[in-house]
């Protein structure tokens, strides 16, 4: 037996206990009638089914907006060297010494 949380708690419901229960209903749950609601409950369920697919959507949207914000600064982060804007050129080796290859004999 499926029941909603908004068919009680629905805008302008009001809740009736009927007493005495009938035979067949389980004895942890109560009986009750439903009247007076501005709004039957399935569509309440689906107007906050709606809403809060709209939220995750939004929020999906937004983060990714947001790591793509963050990953864009990284790529500009100046390092201690610095970047100049004609790209990476890795340091220049001055040495005045000349490498000389040594053979070794057996």
Known sequence: MHRSWWMEN????????VTPA????????RYITVSGCFLEYQYVEVAH???QIVLALA???YA????????????SFD???GFDSYGYQGPQKT???QLQPMYMSK
Do not use: M, N, Q, R
């Open 10 to 17: 629905g805008p302008g419901c009001t809740v009736t206990s």
């Open 22 to 29: 009938p035979d067949w209903a389980p004895e942890d749950h």
């Open 49 to 51: 089914s709606s809403l």
């Open 59 to 61: 929020g999906f949207i």
């Open 64 to 75: 990714c907006y947001v790591v793509k914000c963050i990953t864009e600064e990284e790529d």
């Open 79 to 81: 390092f201690i060297g």
């Open 95 to 97: 040495s005045h010494l």
